[in-house]
């Protein structure tokens, strides 16, 4: 069966003290254009190690965070990392894409 959607990008998101990976069409970090589709929202770690698989798998990864609360898929994300909630505990992925 074919895949729906082509994971070949994906960004780990972090959200205060949780995390999310979704996949992507492109890495616009604006609400629209991107047609993100989560794959899992979990602890820090547990996601990180997710995107490092994408990434095995060949996959391009970008890190971002939104100090947003509740579904964040089609809210403003930034690479601005260390404005983020909780910066000092991300161990960020970048595989494929510019930090």
């Known amino acids: 069966m074919p895949m729906k959607h082509n994971p070949a990008r994906a960004v780990l998101v972090y959200q205060a003290g949780i995390a999310n990976v979704f996949t992507v069409d492109s890495f616009n970090m604006q609400p629209f254009g991107r047609?993100?589709?989560?794959?899992?929202?979990?602890?820090?770690?547990?996601?990180?190690?997710?995107?490092?698989?994408?990434?095995?798998?060949?996959?391009?990864?970008?890190?971002?965070?939104?100090?947003?609360?509740?579904?964040?898929?089609?809210?403003?994300?930034?690479?601005?990392?260390?404005?983020?909630?909780f910066?000092?505990?991300f161990r960020p992925v970048w595989e494929g894409v510019a930090a």
Do not use: Y
């Open 35 to 85: 047609n993100a589709r989560r794959l899992i929202q979990s602890d820090f770690r547990t996601c990180e190690s997710f995107a490092r698989g994408m990434s095995a798998a060949g996959c391009k990864v970008a890190s971002a965070h939104c100090n947003m609360a509740g579904d964040i898929v089609d809210q403003l994300w930034s690479t601005l990392l260390d404005a983020a909630p």
């Open 87 to 89: 910066s000092d505990q």
